[in-house]
């Protein structure tokens, strides 16, 4: 695997609960991202999919298994990682230059050349301007292109995102949407994309990876052959391809969120007849 490819071979993760039961959140899951590829994990909740971006970040360790990054084991934090979390994770207290350029100080820079850093992706992501504001004078797409710049920025060898756009309103998740193209297409990091919309899958990555319902295995692999660049991921939903991607991958899909429906209605209905 070259710089940059992402492994799974094998993983399965478990948690001790807090009544002391054995959980399995993956189990036997195998899947390969290659150098530069963009890969969207889909599945029911509580399938495990930010699971696998925990592992690939290393801040878990698989309990069976090996995750492996430019072809070396994860056992410690990945270095040329970044991570995208659903809510952002910017600084309070710091203005939006300063909460971008934060991630070249840890590494070292001067803080004027990190600054100077940040003003450029700050005009790539269209917030030139902003620079002294703080996140809580942003609507929640500008602080999503604010996380963006900050990860990308760092210009990782691997971009982790568990649904960034999830809280977002339809027309700026459709915005953020193709500025992510926009911008990973400069720089085209590995990325694995968690998320539970399979329209924004398939419009963005190269490859689809179906989740079963807990404890998560991999139900199918999918490779979307749109072309690329993409362009407006508002107007590729209409493309005929695209419609037979998204029948073909919903297939394999529906059956796993009945099955994690099923479960979770069967423990409500336990839970309400059980003994206060």
Known sequence: MAAGGIEFINVTRRFVSPKGEVLTAIKNVTFTVEPGEFCAVVGPTGCGK????????????????????????????????SFVFQTDALLPWKS???????????????KSEAQRMAQDW????????FENHYPHQLSGGMRKRVALAAALMNQPKMLLMDEPFSALDVQTRAIMSNELL???????????????????????????????AGPGTVKAIFKVD??????SVQDIRFEPRFLKLY??????LREEVSRAYERT????????????
């Open 265 to 276: 209605s069967t423990i409500a209905t336990a839970n309400m007849g059980a003994p206060a």
């Open 50 to 81: 930010s699971t696998t971006l925990t592992l690939a970040a290393g801040l878990d360790q698989p309990s069976a298994g090996t995750v492996r990054f430019s072809d070396k084991v994860v056992n410690g934090i990945t270095k040329d990682a």
């Open 122 to 129: 700050l005009h790539v992501v269209g917030l030139a301007g």
């Open 226 to 231: 749109l072309p690329r660049p993409r362009g």
């Open 247 to 252: 029948q073909q991958i919903w297939e394999a």
């Open 96 to 110: 939006v230059l300063s909460n971008v350029a934060l991630g070249q100080i840890f590494r070292g820079r001067s």
């Open 182 to 212: 926009s911008m990973w297409e400069k720089t085209k990091p590995s990325v694995l994309f968690v998320t539970h919309d399979l329209e924004e899958a398939i419009a963005l990555a190269d490859k689809v990876v179906v989740i079963t």
